[in-house]
């Protein structure tokens, strides 16, 4: 049974920095597509950025350029590092794990159904 835990949410001032880690466990191969989808009050789930197992990554328009996404294949480790953060930034963070290739999110779609597994979020507050 694969289980996602993220950490590195928390509260930080417009412009700032964060990064935001996902541990993984029961992954026994790297052939999955890992990403992160943050939510906001009242809001859908929208996805940031995708990386598949070759470190072909995608990313969210809002996000792109200020984000980005990595993994560790050794580990199963994935990371959002998170620059220039805005107040519409501010939302729940999750990581997501499936097997197989990764959707384009920048695609119109309700991309959070193509991912099987999740972790249960970590919070990031932006003030301006």
């Known amino acids: 049974q694969v289980q996602l835990q993220e950490s590195g949410g928390g509260s930080v001032q417009s412009g700032g920095s964060l990064r935001l880690s996902c541990a993984t466990t029961?992954?026994?191969?790297?052939?999955?597509?890992m990403a992160w989808f943050r939510q906001a009050p009242g809001l859908k789930r929208e996805a940031v950025a995708v990386?598949?197992?070759?470190?072909?990554?995608i990313y969210a328009n809002s996000v792109k350029g200020r984000f980005t996404i990595s993994r560790d294949n050794t580990d199963f480790t994935q990371y959002l590092q998170m620059n220039g953060l805005k107040p519409e930034d501010a939302a729940r963070y999750y990581c997501?794990?499936?097997?197989?290739?990764?959707?384009?999110?920048?695609?119109?779609?309700?991309?959070?159904?193509?991912?099987?597994?999740w972790g249960q979020g970590t919070q990031v507050t932006v003030s301006s």
């Open positions: 029961g992954m026994t191969h790297i052939y999955y597509c």
């Open positions: 990386v598949d197992y070759r470190d072909v990554t």
């Open positions: 997501a794990a499936t097997p197989g290739g990764c959707p384009d999110i920048r695609q119109r779609g309700d991309w959070q159904r193509d991912f099987q597994y």
